[in-house]
């Protein structure tokens, strides 16, 4: 099997690949720009850009390793999925070169930690046409499909089970690692087995782009470092791809939303809030930039006091390359400050991307802060930074609680 290995934003050139070859990774990673390489036949130049993980076909493995060291990657991802539990105990990732090695590893070591006392169990409810009585009669139904007339009787009823939703996101999560080729063979065997733990559990095919969120409390608090990273592998993995005879999997993170997800998460945690205050993206609230409310707006953080939106802004782990367009992020942060009425507004960038600085737009009266973030240091370092952010959108919303009063 030939190897491809790759960096974000980094041209590996006149790499030859089979036309499925080709194909395939234009399908899985559709930001890859791949360019026939001038001079060569069936060679190609391949860019790719912020998605990082790997990709197999019976013939090829790619590659894509992060800018960033790989441990500073794994701190993003694991404070991402739960603070509380990186502060704790972290989740378990291996020290590697590639995120999967990385992950995979840290995975089956929490599903081991969740299930060895056995297998959680909960109640599920269930609708059936029974001989006895259990539960409650659906009169309804009894009375339109049965005319009324029993047995058997149409009935509802709680059964306590392991097949769970908790214990199906484990299975669902297991069977995509199938299609992978997972190098440490203990850490296979460990798979199997939990997958042999998990038999009595119904299969579920889980759109990973519409994952249930699990409410965690005393009963299944155990289980969340396995379910969030069972929830990292289903949003990271694709069902396994066939074209005749060739197939492909793969196993990708997007750069981009580790980074966002880090810094809203982080934020939420300084500032001591939770997402109905300060949501990401700017859900379940409604802001729209014209009197209509036809054009909807979904900043990526914002604060919100009631009703009343006291900071918006925007976080980029690269800047938009919008063809023919300069500053699409300035752009897109004064519409925020606009719909919502605020003098400023904090453009939040990955260090390296640009400069900090504040722009002050003209017969606007607004403000646009755009700062970095240096994701280069030590998690601690990275911490003081957003200790530093927290602080400055507090005051920011401060001022606008004082105008409110003032005005």
Known sequence: MRTLKLTEYQTETAFRLTNEERDTLRELVSSVIIQPTVGL?????ITPSSTIGAIETD???????????????????????????WRNSGFGFDAADS????????????????????????????????????????????????????????VTFDEFTDDIIENQLLKAAIARLKYRRIRSEPIRRMLSKFDTNLATVSPVRFDPRALPEIQFTRLNEHYRPAIELATLILKSTSWDLRRGDFRASS??????????????????EELRVGQREFPSNCSHRTLCMD???????????????????VFVGDVKYK??????????????????????NLPSGLLIYAAGETEPRTHKVRFADKLLEVTALDLSGSPERILDQIRELAIQIRTAARSVHKRAIHA
């Not at 036949?41 to 130049?45: I, L, V």
């Not at 790619?62 to 509380?84: G, N, Q, T």
């Not at 800047?319 to 919502?340: E, R, W």
């Open 251 to 268: 196993f990708l993170v997007d750069m981009n939303q580790v980074f966002e997800e880090f810094v809203i998460t982080a934020l939420r």
């Open 319 to 340: 800047p938009i390359n919008v063809p023919g367009i300069k500053h699409a992020d300035l752009y897109q942060l004064l519409a925020y400050t606009t719909a919502t």
């Open 59 to 85: 013939s090829l493995s790619v590659e894509i390793h992060p800018k960033l060291p790989m441990e500073r990657v794994l701190f993003l991802v694991s404070y991402a999925l739960d603070p509380k539990q």
């Open 291 to 309: 009197t209509a409310k036809r054009i909807r707006l979904k900043p990526d953080i914002s604060w919100w006091d009631g009703n009343q939106c």
């Open 99 to 154: 995120l999967v090695d990385a992950v995979v590893p840290g995975f089956a070591r929490q599903v081991g930690r969740a299930i060895e006392r056995g297998l959680l169990q909960g109640y599920r409810r269930e609708e059936d046409s029974s001989s006895t009585v259990r539960g409650q009669i659906r009169f309804g139904d009894q009375i339109r499909d049965r005319f009324g007339l029993a047995p058997p009787v149409e």
């Open 41 to 45: 036949s069936d060679c190609y130049d």
